[in-house]
Structure formats: structure tokens, C-alpha cells
């Protein structure tokens, strides 16, 4: 429901709806009622997995491995896992800003390890360092 679909219905939208890691339910029930509007709300999971699947491919090279192409590659995961929209994750901001917790972070070190043949610690993807500065130290530490 929209929020003045709420206001109408005499309902209020509680304020955890509004953290990242609770928003795709609100997309969710927008894809619901705004059928004609799909394709513009979310991308279809084909198309994150295709474009995921290109950007390991170019970071796996040594010379496409750069922190660029590696913060491009954390966010397309990250928004494969988190179930949110690319466009949303800002690199610029920490992973749990998102909703990564130590089971997400656990995920992440995983596929670090068998798609970018990088070892990352659980604690460096949970830190308080923005994205892409971690991407710049993973692409550093494994030069």
C-alpha cells in the first residue's frame, strides 16, 4: 500500500519499513499494486544475476581487477543477497548500512572465495569502512 493509501485506510507505516533491510517488503507490496508500473519498480532476477555474473568475469582478470570494477561487483551481490535494487547501495557507505549482518557477511566471504579467488574476513566485510574502500584494500591486499 502507498502511504496515502495508509492515511486513507486510517493505518500508520511503522518506522522499521523505512530501514534498508526492511524495504523490499515495501517494494514488494508496491509491485502488487502497481502492476503496469513492474518493470520499472524491479528488475527481473535473470537480468541482476546476468550482470553479476559480468562483472566477476571482468574483476577474475588481473587487469580488470580494479577497486572500481571490484566495488561494482560487492554491490551487485550485495543487492542480489539483500534483495534490494543495485541503484540503492551507495559504495560510498558501509556494507551494514544495508542490513548486512554476520550471516550475509558470511555469504559475501564465500563468494569472494570462489568467484574473485579472494580471501576476505567476515570482519573486514561487517567494518564501519565504506564499500569501496574495502574494495580498494581487497583489490590491494591480493596484488
Not at 23 to 42: C, G, P, Y
Not at 120 to 132: G, L, Q, T, W
Request: glycine share 2%; proline share 3%; net charge positive.
Amino acid at each position: 500500500m502507498s502511504q496515502e493509501e495508509l492515511q486513507r485506510n486510517g493505518l500508520v507505516r511503522t518506522r522499521f519499513y523505512s530501514r534498508s533491510l526492511w524495504n523490499h517488503l515495501q517494494r514488494r507490496t508496491i509491485e502488487k499494486t502497481t502492476v503496469t508500473h513492474r518493470s520499472a519498480v524491479s528488475m527481473p532476477a535473470r537480468a541482476v544475476t546476468g550482470s553479476s555474473k559480468h562483472l566477476v568475469k571482468d574483476v577474475q582478470s588481473s587487469e580488470g581487477r580494479t577497486p572500481l570494477s571490484v566495488s561494482r561487483a560487492i554491490c551487485e551481490r550485495l543487492s542480489e543477497v539483500l534483495a534490494i535494487r543495485t541503484e540503492d547501495i551507495d559504495p560510498s557507505k558501509p556494507a551494514h548500512v544495508y542490513g548486512v549482518d554476520s550471516l550475509v557477511a558470511m555469504e559475501m566471504r564465500v563468494w569472494f572465495k570462489e568467484a574473485l579467488q579472494m580471501d576476505v574476513a567476515v570482519f573486514e566485510i561487517m567494518s564501519n569502512r565504506p564499500i569501496e574502500v574495502l574494495a580498494r584494500e581487497v583489490v590491494l591486499m591480493h596484488v
